[in-house]
């Protein structure tokens, strides 16, 4: 990537800011981390709501909610909150869900990111960074799969919580 060329690299890692820290550990050099990286991307596989007998939610807790609604007007539009929960039936051997869907987060990385992490900066900085420069972490991301009625609420917390 230094040369300029275009290098896509998997590590794995609990969100797209922890790519920095997981190579530093590794023991590459933080100018060498942060100098070719244009981008970090995160996503996570969660529980696709069976269409046959998932139901509409009978309560979404007001600080979920919220949240989702924060990102539902910037990226949904006027879309209504179509939250739904599992059941279970025999399409979907009684789980409640079928198939699977994903939730990303993506992170553009600035030269002030790459400052930032060149000078030591740890996690909860760069993704104060990230936050401030308007980016959506997985779990938004997922609550707004919730909100259209993909997934269930229960399923995005299970699967991002930390």
């Not at 007998?53 to 949240?67: D, F, M, N, T």
């Not at 939730?103 to 030269?111: A, F, G, M, R, S």
Request: aromatic share 4%; charged share 20%; net charge positive.
């Amino acid at each position: 990537a230094l040369t300029g060329h275009l290098v896509l690299s998997t590590v794995h890692t609990n969100d797209a800011i922890g790519a920095f820290t997981r190579l530093i550990d590794m023991g590459v050099e933080p100018f060498l981390v942060a100098t070719p990286v244009k981008g970090l991307q995160a996503q996570r596989l969660v529980r696709r709501l069976c269409p046959h007998c998932a139901r509409p939610a009978a309560h979404v807790l007001p600080a979920i909610a919220e949240e989702a609604a924060r990102w539902a007007g910037k990226v949904l539009g006027d879309a209504p909150a179509r939250w739904h929960e599992a059941v279970g039936c025999e399409r979907c051997q009684h789980s409640g869900y079928r198939g699977r869907v994903g939730i990303y987060e993506l992170i553009p990385v600035d030269e002030d990111m790459q400052q930032a992490v060149v000078a030591g900066a740890g996690h909860a900085e760069l993704k104060a960074m990230a936050r401030a420069r308007g980016a959506r972490f997985l779990r938004e991301d997922g609550l707004l799969k919730a909100w259209q009625g993909l997934t269930s609420v229960d399923e995005v917390l299970r699967v991002t919580a930390v």
